[in-house]
């Protein structure tokens, strides 16, 4: 469910830009929101569990004199997330980008993936996109808003995944349902695009010889996925692209 974290928070100041992340207490999604505050957005950061992280971020933005507030929500639970939306319309009244930020990776070989795998990666990462998406494209709307949906990189090349099947679906999936926001609501003034990492710094897995998998030899930082942000949110005549930020991984 739902909640608002700190009653005695100060209103939205007038015309302030609000961004929501999902999954933005900790790694890319926090790296995002520091970013977005120190570019004088006023955020608004979900969170599923890390409830003490979530409440650190958003005093550290407060304390830079920034608008943070941290909501609970898991995004796989439709009523959880239209709980979410109906507190951001009630508090801060408007929404000029969503990031959908939350994606979970439990890798494995196909033959091993259980349907309970399955159902967790698409109801997660792809369905919770889908949910925010469709309680944030009114308010978005209003404000000629944009979303940003956290990809993978090669995503729009369609290749096999066998260690990370569910995954790779999901995600695939999500760039299907980015490009067919933007072509829908293009004409009513909101820009859909996704930002696919390759392998991050902070990855679970990454690959012993770095040089062999990526021709920019190195994993990518959170820095480098801030900056193809604020490349996207400044470009007003991109839509319905996946950008990879990956160094040449998987071309
Ligand atoms: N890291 C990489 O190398 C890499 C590479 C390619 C793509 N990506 C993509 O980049 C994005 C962020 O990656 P990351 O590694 O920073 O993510 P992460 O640490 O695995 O997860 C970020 C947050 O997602 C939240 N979350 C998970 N399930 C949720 C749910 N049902 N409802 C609400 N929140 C939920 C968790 O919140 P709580 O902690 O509050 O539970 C977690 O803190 C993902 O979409 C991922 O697929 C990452």
Redesign the pocket.
Known sequence: MGRQEAPTRPALPPHKRLALI??G?????AHLARMLADDGWAVVV?????DA??ARLVDELAAKGGYARAIR????DKVDVATMFASIDQVEGRLDLLIN?????QPKPLPQVTPEDWDAHLQ??LS?AFYCCYSALPMLQQTNGSIVN?G??GVDALRANPHATPYEVSKVGLLALTKAIAASYGPHGVRANMLS????S??IDLPDDMDAEVPLRRAGTLDDMAQALRYLLSAEYVTGQSLDVAGGYRL
């Not at 207490?25 to 999604?29: C, D, I, N, T, Y």
């Not at 990492?197 to 991050?200: A, E, T, V």
């Open positions: 999902t999954g207490a900790r790694r890319l999604g979900n969170y599923r569990s890390s992280a979530a929500a898991d995004v796989s930020n939350v994606g979970i990776y997660t990462n919770g956290i993978y990189a990492p390759g392998h991050l902070n990855s």
